[in-house]
């Protein structure tokens, strides 16, 4: 999805708009998500780009697209330019720390019983 919305619509409440707006994202992104994944893949990722304009777009991650809605609608923003690309997405497993090692890499000191 490629596209500027408009906040600022002659004879629509803006915060209508605004929550119309957040609905055809969501709504997108649910699409996005139902198509079969290609073999070896894990999930849907989204490559995103977010800014007043086109020109002005900077590359954001995908969580923090609302928030910067809100932002742009609470600045008093006429519009502004979302970018959202499906990517294959895979999913890095982390190492479990072993028994005794905390995630410092410092092993763990138990209290002495209270009273002995």
């Known amino acids: 999805m490629k596209k500027t919305f408009k906040l ?38 989204f490559d995103c780009r ?14 923090t697209i609302l928030p910067l809605v809100d932002a742009a609608a609470k600045e008093g923003a006429e519009a502004f330019y979302l970018e959202m690309l499906a990517k294959a997405g895979r999913r890095t497993h982390r190492p479990r720390p072993l028994d005794g ?14 009273g002995g």
């Open 8 to 45: 600022n619509i002659e004879g629509k409440n803006r915060d209508r708009v605004l929550d119309a707006v957040k609905h055809d994202i969501r709504k997108y992104v649910k699409r996005q998500r139902r198509v079969p994944l290609p073999e070896g893949v894990d999930f849907w990722d």
């Open 50 to 63: 977010f800014g007043t304009s086109e020109g002005t777009a900077e590359v954001v991650h995908f969580a």
């Open 101 to 114: 090692e905390q995630q410092g890499g410092e092993a763990a000191v138990q209290d002495p019983e209270p």
